[in-house]
């Protein structure tokens, strides 16, 4: 029960219900004529179910692999009225096809494609195994943007059958990534190791938040390990934004972020420069 002083009130009821994974993929989304996602118009899929934890995580419904849904009961005006919102939606390979077939005319104009993202596509392994099999006879470009944080096989697997992938770096220090994503780095980095080893494109993607990752330290320690790797990654700076708030308090988990502030432009643009000066080809957004 929310209380909200005035005349507006919510309530919100969170029911969830289960589905195998293996046969079906869980999407939460999907947005079409996308561009920060890759090359070219893009089609991305937001997967559900993630393996992280991020404090500042702007998709937490994304979270949960299960479908769930939320309903909303608000008293406008003196009027009880009740809505209904269901959170994942299950496709199959050849409904999700589909979709992504009424899109191949502006992937083949803008040389775009299709990102999986999340979430975490790859905890919906078999799935998207399958996804990526029909897309190559297609001749589909496909991007997965990940965590990282995925059995080492299971991601050399898929790297196969992909031309892309957008890669999270939130953290250098172990410690602090359990802090703040819920997980250690170790198997991140080991696979980003593994990636760069077997010569895939790469895009680096890291979420900038002031007062938990913008400190020197973990800059320079960033540079350094991008800096040793085979081919050289360019990055995007993700500036920590606080759009995704309000869906802490439908989705019921709780929102850890209350006292950090979204980056100023200038300190965003100071550390693109170190970034830049240091060799590294860099961009702001995406
Ligand atoms: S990895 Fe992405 S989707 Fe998962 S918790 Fe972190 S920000 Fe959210």
Known sequence: MNPVAGKYS???????NYYPFPMHGIIFDIKNFAIHDGPGIRQTIFFKGCPLLCWWCHNPES??????????EEIIDG???????????KYSVAELLNEIKKDIVFFEESGGGITLSG??????????????????KLEIHTCIDTTGNINSD?????????NLFLFDLKHMDNDQHIKYAG??????????????????????????????????SNLLRMMDFLSKRKSSHPISILPYHKIGKHKYERTGID???NGFQEPATNDVTKIMNMFTDAGFSTSIGG
């Not at 979270?63 to 909303?72: H, L, Q, V, Y």
């Not at 991601?155 to 992909?162: D, E, G, K, V, Y």
């Open 10 to 16: 919510a309530k919100y009821l969170i029911t969830y």
């Open 63 to 72: 979270r949960s692999a299960d479908i769930f849904s939320i309903e909303k």
């Open 79 to 89: 009027v009880k009225v009740r809505d209904v919102e269901t959170i994942g939606k």
């Open 119 to 136: 979430g975490e596509p790859l905890l919906q392994y078999d799935f998207v195994l399958a996804l990526l099999k029909e897309c190559r």
């Open 154 to 162: 299971k991601l050399l697997n898929i790297a196969s059958l992909t």
């Open 183 to 216: 997980v250690n780095n170790k198997l991140i980095l080991k696979n980003l190791k593994l990636l760069d080893e077997m010569g895939k494109d790469i895009w680096i993607r890291f979420p900038l938040i002031p007062g938990i990752n913008d400190d020197e």
């Open 255 to 257: 929102f850890k972020m």
